[in-house]
């Protein structure tokens, strides 16, 4: 009886446990305690989190072949989830303020200058190309696209992307505002915008076809994420398949997001996540962020200076696809500097160009 207790002990995972997955476990239950307590992206990071103490319970066995997790995350190396959640994003999305304000582009454009620098950054520290622009897309704050592209090209360092991509969406808040307040004076946050002319059914009808034809003929790579994003769009402003339309912004979003979080987390083990790399990445990604949100400001300042001074520069830090945070955040800083200035929906028209400036470049990253 006694032997038949000492093997079933070393069966279990206290008795096979090493340090390096106990740290892993609390790291685990840090990121639960800031997405539960401190509600920090808590939709993304509960799962992450989770999916990351799942994968360091020893003798779980959960991401071998056969394990439960294993076929989940055939979703993410097969291409499947992250355009999912672009057509839920794009179901959820009104491109009306790009429309209205088509300038928004270049600064959607702009705030992708933090990908390169963070390409270029990591290609400095010794990655190859390949993970290098895995590690920069960070800098285009949009969590499906990292996990798209780096699933493609680096999935070793899948987990550590993805949580470094979503904490730092998660921290728009803390880390964007000192660097708008850095790179603009007053005068310039408190430029009051006129509001913005009304769109019409007809051009929200055509703008998603139009926008799928153009950029998936001019980068096919991206064609997935774009054409998702753009599909689910159709279906909220063609105004006949509402119950399409209701499914990708509640059901099948959510179900997809649990399981990319997941099993994205669940590739964050003690061998993949514990190294001197995933500290650089989390670096790398943080500079492809601030890099973004000044990229983006810039613009602005200088569509302030050619518009004597009729744009507010602050809508370029929604640049950054972190949508609609991003977009809120510029709205908070200018009421802080001039209360009742409403840049809100001038915001939402870079936020969403974000959207579609990161897609395109992770298409052209994949292309090189």
Not at 69 to 89: A, C, K, Q, S, T
Not at 288 to 302: D, E, H, I, S
């Amino acid at each position: 009886m006694i032997k038949l207790f000492v093997e079933f002990i070393k069966t279990t995972g206290f008795a096979n446990v090493t340090a390096k997955e106990l740290i892993m476990i609390g790291i685990s239950c840090i990121l639960l305690y800031l997405a539960i307590v401190k509600k920090y992206e808590p939709l993304l990071l509960v799962p992450i989190s989770f999916g990351m103490l799942l994968t360091n319970i020893p003798m779980g066995h959960l991401m071998e072949p056969g394990g439960f997790l294993y076929w989940i995350y055939r979703g993410v190396e097969y291409d499947i989830f992250p355009p999912l959640i672009f057509l839920g994003v794009g179901a959820m999305t009104d491109f009306g303020p790009l429309i209205a304000y088509p300038k928004s582009l270049l600064l959607g454009a702009a705030a992708q200058l933090g990908v390169f620098i963070a390409f270029l950054g990591a290609a400095l520290l010794g990655f190859n190309f390949k993970e290098a622009a895995s590690i920069g897309i960070i800098g285009g704050a949009d969590g499906p696209t990292a996990i798209y592209l780096s699933s493609k090209l680096a999935p070793h360092l899948l987990g550590a992307i993805a949580v470094s991509a979503y904490s730092y969406m998660a921290l728009v808040p803390i880390i964007q505002p000192p660097i708008m307040r850095l790179l603009t004076t007053k005068k310039e946050r408190t430029v009051t915008m006129e509001q913005l002319r009304p769109v019409s059914k007809t051009e929200k009808i055509i703008f998603p076809i139009l926008v799928t034809v153009l950029a998936s003929f001019l980068v096919p790579p991206a064609t997935a994420l774009i054409g998702c994003l753009m599909l689910g769009n159709l279906f909220r402003e063609c105004g006949v398949v509402d119950r399409l339309s209701k499914t990708a912004q509640n059901e099948l979003i959510n179900i997809v997001t649990i399981f990319i979080g997941t099993t994205v987390g669940a590739t964050a083990t003690a061998e993949n996540f514990l190294r001197l790399q995933t500290i650089e990445i989390l670096i790398m990604g943080l500079v492809a962020f601030a890099g973004g949100t000044a990229g983006g400001v810039l613009l602005g300042k200088l569509m302030y200076l050619t518009s004597g001074g009729k744009v507010n520069p602050l809508i370029g830090s929604a640049g950054v696809s972190a949508v609609p945070m991003a977009a809120r955040v510029a709205q908070v800083v200018a009421q802080e500097e001039k209360p009742g200035n409403f840049i809100l929906m001038h915001a939402m028209g870079p936020n969403v160009a974000g959207v579609i400036g990161t897609a395109i470049v992770a298409g052209v990253l994949l292309s090189l």
